[in-house]
């Protein structure tokens, strides 16, 4: 059965005329990537304001990993907002909040750690960074090239790319330094990537930044905003020993690659790597806004009385979502599969994708600002990269149709069904059906 459904031009006139009084009391920084409203959604799907059915390949930048509007999601949010929906748990707790922090301590790794629930991926990273000032003393951090930790000042400060995250926004945060990712489908010595950045640092310590100064390195395990960048086999491990030697915590920005994203539910894990701090967000609560911050005892119990909180941090109706068994945090157990570092970022996990080295694609953009028109959106993300944060059971047709909105053509040409093309509709448009496909293969192009 088929997925995509165009019965007008995208975009039709009624999300036209939504997107116009959006331009007339909307800030023009929230820009639109998709020129069509969505009126309603299942699964890997959404119909937007005109009846047109598209494939979504942003996935709510990397929320739906479970899809859109799944019934259990329903179930759980409908159920909790008919008992209570906020008192702020700091002043009336609950019992969902502790379900899912004992969930998340299980899922981590168990052992004495210990949970804090706030609302966004900046607020845990910014969050991980207190704790870890509090237990060590120190001020300064580390981070690296490549990476996206968020928009306020501080993980802005953090954030690598300065467009068009951090240009006129500075002055930031003092005692941040930042050093070399590796990127070995780019390096020239791709197997040596991970030592060679490793040596950066430990150089930098001499050169940069006194080490018993530094209270954490924050590293995203794969890089999500910065291009899918996996990294070496040995350079999360040597970070840690690393920064063991100096006693520096390291904290995981683990909000787009976990919670299953990768097939385990920490991408950590494919590595062997065990931080000291973990952050979460994204898939944590299928959207509704939750992040968590995860390590052991003595680092969350640092900071004193009321240091850490806020009003809505760790809100019910999401911790509800979030504790829901059947939630992505469960796949770990079920769905393996090792990213591959060395030659290529290309792994098993669901932001693989066709990789081109060079210097670039000139048609990235333009495949990304097609997507619609072919039935299918994606969001621009990193270097030269088209971004694909899909779903982890896609709709039916989902990788035929994918590739044709990013203007990649069948993957085996001659091995598509064969069939006459759809009669014209009277508008103009055609109505695009897709056969069956097994799977969802998101396309990165560079």
Known sequence: MGTIDLVTEIPGPRSRAILERKVRVVCNPLDIHAPAVIAEALGAAFTDADGNTLLDFSGGLGCHLVGYSHPKVVEAVQRQAA????????????????????????????????VALFNAGAEAVENAVKFAKAFTGRNALICFEGAFHGRTL?????????????????PFAPEVYRFPFPYPYRSAHPDE??????????????????????????????QGEGGFVVPTPDF???????????GILVIADEIQSGTGRTGMFLASEHFDFEPDVVCLAK???????????????????????????????????????????????????HRGGRPRGGRGPRGRSHD??????????????????RGPHAGGHGPRGGHRVVRAVPQRAPASGAARDHRRAAGGGPRHPGRERRGSPPAPRPDGCRRRRLTAARGATPVRTE
């Open 283 to 333: 898939s944590l609560a299928s959207g509704y806004p939750l992040s968590a911050v995860v390590a052991r005892a003595e680092i969350m119990d640092a900071p004193g009385p009321s240091a850490i909180g806020g009003t809505y941090v760790g809100n019910p109706v999401a911790c509800a979502r979030g504790g829901r068994q059947d939630h992505p945090v469960e796949l770990g157990a």
């Open 193 to 222: 990537a991970g030592r060679m950045s490793l040596e950066a640092l430990e150089r930098g310590f001499t050169t940069m930044v006194d080490p018993q100064t530094v209270a954490a390195a924050i590293v995203e395990p794969i």
């Open 154 to 170: 501080l993980t802005m400060s953090l954030t690598s790319r300065h467009r068009p995250y951090k240009t006129g926004f500075g």
């Open 236 to 246: 999360l491990s040597g970070l840690k020993d690393l920064c063991a030697r100096h």
């Open 83 to 114: 008992r209570f929906s906020h008192t702020d748990f700091s002043v009336i707790p609950y019992e969902v909040y502790v379900e899912l922090a004992e969930r998340l301590v299980r899922l981590t790794g168990g052992g004495d750690r210990k």
């Open 352 to 369: 693989r994708g066709r990789v081109r080295r060079g210097p670039g694609d000139p048609g990235a953009e333009r495949r990304v600002r």
